[in-house]
């Protein structure tokens, strides 16, 4: 049995299965670097929200 599971997880060639080697700690940003990502993402949504208000107002003068 154990013959068999060691065949599961190995290609045949004494190598790791393939999702081995992706297996690893994911990484977790800095305080400085999440809090710089949600200004990027603050003021994307600033620009988009003035592109919209732009919008409605070419509306409302079309109407």
Do not use: N, Q, S
Request: with cysteine; proline share 5%.
């Amino acid at each position: 049995m154990r013959r068999r599971f060691h065949r599961f997880c190995e290609f045949g060639f004494g190598f790791p299965y393939f999702g081995f080697y992706f297996h690893t700690p994911k990484y977790f940003p800095g305080k400085e670097e999440h809090l710089r990502a949600l200004e990027d993402y603050k003021r994307e949504l600033e620009e988009e929200l003035k592109e919209v208000e732009r919008e409605i107002e070419e509306l409302r003068k079309e109407i």
